[in-house]
């Protein structure tokens, strides 16, 4: 006999009809013995963990994610409509992936996920997730602090994403487990391409590198050089 344990993955109260859980069981898989439904605050097991983080190192998909970072300083609130007119007019990007979010859908000219704008006076540590490291190095005794690096990343996405404010990453500090020197971020040096940056833009999931041509097309528009560096998941 199968006995099918069903929970309900969501914020409290359930927001699945119970009975459409039922009929799915029914229809799709099997003839349920039991059907059991919990709000995760409900059933004990859960009830101090949390959900999915909202960081992006925990993702088990492969992607490679373009960031573009302008050499030129842009006044605050001023990068979000440049780079959109700017994207729009050369077709990469057409509406909203998701208008809540403040993503962008990919327009014709290449295929992505989605495409975010990062426009506030809070530095962001770019690329927001690697697997294939930082090569953080110890201000102090050059060890490699890629580990340490990740608990503080971790930590602060754990943070934006039940807060849902934003911190200056450029101040989290970091501390050596070889000689347990405390840093900042903004002096921690890397081996590996990576940047603290208060605008940026990114596309999600695309297939390729961004080819010269068409990061020409954006510079021009845009009025400024780019640094891109890519993030591989
Ligand atoms: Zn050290």
Not at 91 to 115: K, M, P, Q, S, V
Not at 132 to 138: D, E, L, N, S, W
Not at 144 to 168: A, Q, R
Request: hydrophobic share 35%; proline share 3%; glycine share 4%.
């Amino acid at each position: 006999m199968l006995y099918a344990v069903v929970v309900c993955y969501t914020q409290n109260p359930c927001d699945i009809p119970f009975s459409t859980l039922v009929s799915n069981f029914n229809n799709i898989f099997f003839k349920p013995a039991f059907v059991l439904g919990w709000t995760i605050n409900e059933f004990p097991a859960f009830a101090n963990t949390r959900t999915l983080s909202t960081s992006k190192t925990n993702s088990i998909m492969s992607t490679i994610t373009a960031y573009f970072i302008p050499a030129k300083k842009f006044p605050l609130g001023q990068f979000t409509e440049k780079v959109k007119d700017t994207l729009e007019k050369l077709n990469l990007i057409d509406g909203y992936y998701d208008e809540e979010d403040n993503t962008y859908a990919h327009g014709r000219a290449i295929i992505f996920e989605y495409a975010t704008i990062h426009d506030t006076d809070k530095n962001k540590l770019v690329p927001e997730a690697s697997s294939t490291g930082y090569g953080a190095i110890c201000i102090q005794c050059n060890a490699e602090v890629d580990e340490e690096l990740y608990d503080v990343i971790n930590n602060y996405y754990d943070y934006e994403g039940e807060s849902g404010k934003e911190k200056d990453m450029a101040g989290l500090t970091l501390t050596c487990n070889n000689c347990n020197k405390s840093m900042k971020l903004q002096d921690v040096k890397f081996t590996l391409p990576v940047m603290l940056t208060k605008h940026f833009f990114q596309f999600v999931d695309i297939d390729d590198e961004i080819s010269e041509d068409v990061l020409k097309k954006i510079e021009q528009n845009l009025d400024t050089e780019l640094r891109v560096i890519y993030e591989r998941m």
